[in-house]
């Protein structure tokens, strides 16, 4: 019996990794996704955090197809962290709004080894997230959206948070097509929607409703170069399985079908209720095993 690839999307609310697994590399193509401000900046600020190992690393952050954004150049020292914060400028930041070509993506270069992450702050920080940037490991043709389908998008806050997926072409004249298994803004369920994307050019795709059973998971992306995908899932109302008031923000950068894997570990966090791990199947009668894994081994 043959045990095939999935995709894995590990999600608990109001947790705080004690590791951040990001990929090494010196290039990175990242678009930040949207989400909601509410009252009181829980959007803003934003970072990207880099750290370097063995080697000094000069940083440039820039927006390829955006000349209005201006590119950023940090210098840092070995084996150190550094920060580059938004705002300002941070209108060129959120991949919004939805089924629109914009000029949004980021491409982060050093001239050494690096890893980065994105992570939403706010003010105060009450919706934060890690999004982990994955270098090369992010590029591809091919991929599969996962998501998860069990709590709602609050109705709580302004403006309205939904889940969507957040897609950046890093060549010109990239054409992209995607098939939604659930009703998009601006398409229909498993009705195909090309895409034509400039190199730092971004789309973003929004499920239709703020429903867990409306979200698109599942929806095949393809395009003929490479590109990189964000997932986000915006304040999700955790009240009805966590109690009280329980909202939050989960998402990740994702990577393409052929750097998925067949072995996942999936770490518990610190929440006394369930968490929850999504396995998505990219190929026909996949089998799925689970095993737990004893202390001390």
Known sequence: MRTLQVIVFWM???????????QKDIEFWFVAPETSKGSINYDRPVVFRFCTYDLPGTIKISQPANPDFPSQTISMPPNSASKFELPPNFEFVENTPPNQVLNKGFLIESSSPITVYYEVIGSPPNNPEIF???GRNALGKRFFIPFQNIINNTTSFAPQPYAAFDIVAIEDNTEITIIPTKAIVGGAANTPKVVSLNRGQT???????????DRPVGSEVTADKPIAI??????????SIYGNFCRDLVGTQIVPIEKTGTKYVAQKGFLNGDEFVFVLGIEPNTQIYLME?????
């Open 12 to 22: 608990s609310i109001y947790l705080c990794p004690n590791s951040i697994f990001c």
């Open 132 to 134: 982990s940037l994955k």
């Open 203 to 213: 789309f973003s795709v929004q499920a239709s409703t703020i429903n867990a059973v």
């Open 230 to 239: 964000t997932i986000k899932d915006d304040l999700i109302d955790g009240g």
């Open 293 to 297: 894994c004893k202390k001390g081994l």
